[in-house]
């Protein structure tokens, strides 16, 4: 069967994340994400996870508790446009856009940070490294945020990045796509 858009934005990272690297996941909700990027660095690496709830945080820390890999990520109880103040260069930076599963579904991400933060990311991804946005829009605050991500995306130099959007196209009810930033 054909990749969903999540097994593809996995896979872009794994192909370009070595171990050690500094890599940020953006939108770190439950942790899934979090853990992925976390084994995928290695001991010797590091991640850096941003999110606004401290349920996210709490329910994170568990999950990378479990997991024995709690030692390797920095978690933030911050905006993602925080990320701008990373020195390291960045390999990957990973974002999934919408709200906390299982949490309050009013409180998402908005158009106006998503973009600052894709800014501050772009930002911090060192040359060949990967951003990958996964838009989950069937949300009241998604369409706007789609469109401004998109319209953001389609804009960004060809001499600086590549930009690649996954989607399928006949699916029904707001199906998420992706969009995956390669740094020249
Ligand atoms: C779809 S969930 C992420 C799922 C996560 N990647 C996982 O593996 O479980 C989106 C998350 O973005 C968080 N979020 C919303 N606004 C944010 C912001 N400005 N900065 C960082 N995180 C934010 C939400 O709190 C929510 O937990």
């Known amino acids: 069967m054909l990749p969903n858009v999540l097994e593809v934005a996995r896979n872009l990272i794994r192909e370009r994340v070595e171990e050690g ?9 439950n942790g899934n994400d979090t853990l992925f990027l ?4 290695g001991e010797r690496g ?10 996210a945080l709490e ?5 990378l508790q479990r997991e024995n890999v709690l030692d390797r990520v920095e978690l933030q109880l911050a905006s993602h ?3 701008g103040k ?3 260069p960045v390999s990957a ?3 999934n856009l919408g709200y906390l599963p299982g949490g309050n579904k009013e409180i998402t991400t908005q158009a106006n940070s998503t973009q600052k933060a894709i800014t501050a990311g772009l930002g911090t991804l060192r040359p060949g490294g990967i951003m990958t946005i996964v838009v989950y829009w069937g949300h009241s605050a998604g369409i706007m945020e789609k469109e401004t991500v998109e319209a953001f995306c389609e804009e960004l ?3 600086n990045y590549l930009v690649l959007k996954y989607q399928y196209v006949n699916q029904r009810n707001q199906a998420p796509f992706l969009i995956a930033i390669e740094k020249r």
């Open 21 to 29: 690297d500094v890599v940020v996941d953006a939108t770190m909700g």
């Open 38 to 41: 976390a084994q995928l660095v």
């Open 46 to 55: 590091k991640v850096i996870a941003f999110d606004i709830q401290l349920q």
């Open 59 to 63: 329910n994170t820390r568990s999950r």
């Open 81 to 83: 446009e925080e990320m």
């Open 86 to 88: 990373i020195t390291d």
């Open 93 to 95: 930076v990973m974002f």
């Open 157 to 159: 130099p060809q001499s």
